[in-house]
């Protein structure tokens, strides 16, 4: 029936209202790949209300960025959610199920090890620009 909302809209209604309760301030600026509208929370955080953090970009160096990053943290998803499901395999087939266990934890350990490490480029770099702009003032 035409006019009737879904679970979904229904679940991203009341997302979108408590982020509002929170104190979050809607934004004129919508998800890319879900079309809601994004908030800005307390933080400053940006947030979709169906995928949660979401990052604004401002060039294509930037966006191809963002779009690494956002395929390692799906990774990191994919490769938690089959070290779950294969551990409970491990139980009954323990030779193929532990062979398999094996290679997704090291995707896993290699996938967590590159965000870390683009974190650390991220603050590093945040680190100096701050760093540049508190002694351009004080000049």
């Not at 540049?132 to 003032?137: A, D, H, R, W, Y």
Request: with cysteine; proline share 3%.
């Amino acid at each position: 029936m035409p006019g009737l909302a879904t679970s979904r809209d229904s679940a991203a209604i009341r997302k979108m209202a408590d982020l509002l309760r929170a104190g979050a301030t809607m934004l004129a600026e919508r998800c890319p790949s879900c079309g809601l509208p994004l908030f800005r929370l307390r933080s400053g955080e940006v947030v979709c209300p169906n995928h949660g953090r979401v990052q604004i970009v401002r060039d294509e160096a930037e966006l191809s960025r963002v779009a690494v990053q956002s395929v390692l943290e799906e990774l990191e998803k994919l490769a938690a959610s089959k070290v779950n499901a294969l551990m409970a395999r491990a139980q009954t087939d323990e030779d193929e199920a532990l062979n398999y266990l094996v290679r997704w934890l090291e995707i896993l350990e290699r996938t967590e090890r590159i965000l870390a490490a683009i974190a650390s480029r991220r603050l590093a770099v945040e680190g100096t620009a701050q760093r540049e702009t508190g002694e351009g003032k004080k000049r």
